[in-house]
């Protein structure tokens, strides 16, 4: 009896002892299971970024036909205005406009979108030139075109053109406006020398400054350029002199354009018989 109750004693320690060194690999086993789905939740649980995409740049829409067949007879439109204000006089382009006022928006539209090519501006510089200065100035700008000079500077601003689309802009022939003698500071003539009468538009400019008053010019540079059929500068500027100005300064810096700067002489008579010498058209080549 003691002997089998010692074989069972036995027995019972030896699974006791085989359970107990089972165990610890269960449990290891089971908690390196619980790590790797923890693991796994924590990792969905995270917020992937999106993946990324390379948006493609929208190239610019190519003209339709009809859309350049438009641009072509616009600027075909614009050309031939152009060049019959350069060869007729004031009263002619006057009258040419009473008879379509449509033409003189075609034509600025035209002209606005030659002048979007030049780097730099004239009238700009004008600007500048008056915001230098005393905003006390009384302006005249001849052949203001959308009166861009007015609204650019605090002076009092005379805005003259052959038509009018603006209440600001007087509307008449430049050798003849309703302005007063020496009623104006400064004259400006910016690209708008342009009818076969362009001396009478200066000897408007010069009824209507006061003495000691200012004529500023800006002129396209070809017309200027005696090698390419263009006007002697000197020449040009001696004439003005004749009228009744002296010349202060000249600027040549810009490759589109000139700019000249005159001042009223205090007492003069204009002499007579002046050698205005010709301004050449400025036309623009078909594109």
């Known amino acids: ?125 004008i600007m500048k030139w008056l915001k230098d200065h005393t905003s006390s100035l009384v302006v005249a700008d001849f052949g203001c075109g959308d009166a861009r000079l007015a609204k650019g500077v605090k002076n009092k601003v005379f805005s003259i053109d052959l038509v009018s689309k603006d209440p600001s802009v007087i509307a008449c022939d430049m050798s003849n406006t309703p302005l007063e003698t020496s009623s104006v500071d400064v004259a400006v003539f910016c690209l708008s020398l342009m009818g076969t009468n362009f001396p009478n538009y200066l000897q408007e400019a010069h009824r209507v400054l006061k003495p000691s008053g200012w004529l500023l010019i800006a002129e396209v540079k070809s017309r200027f350029d005696p090698n390419n059929g263009g006007a002697d500068p000197d020449t040009f500027c001696e004439a003005v002199c004749e009228l009744g100005f002296t010349s202060v300064s000249k600027d040549f810096s810009n490759k589109m354009f000139i700019l000249l700067y005159f001042k009223k002489k205090p007492k003069n008579k204009a002499s007579k018989g002046i050698n205005w010498p010709e301004l050449k058209p400025c036309l623009y080549k078909r594109r």
Request: charged share 25%.
């Open 1 to 125: 009896m003691n002997q089998e109750a010692g074989g069972r004693n036995r027995k019972r320690k030896r699974r006791n002892n085989h359970r107990k060194t089972e165990n610890p690999s269960k449990k290891q086993t089971a908690t390196s299971t619980a790590t790797a789905t923890a693991t796994a939740t924590a990792s969905s649980a995270v917020k992937q970024p999106p993946p990324t995409c390379t948006v493609a740049k929208s190239s610019p829409k190519p003209l339709s036909f009809l859309e350049k067949m438009k641009a072509k007879l616009a600027g075909g439109h614009f050309r031939m205005i152009n060049e019959k204000l350069y060869t007729c006089s004031g009263d002619e382009a006057l009258n040419y406009f009473k008879e379509d006022p449509s033409l003189f928006n075609m034509y600025h539209t035209g002209y606005q979108e030659q002048m979007s090519r030049w780097p730099e501006q004239p009238v700009n510089i």
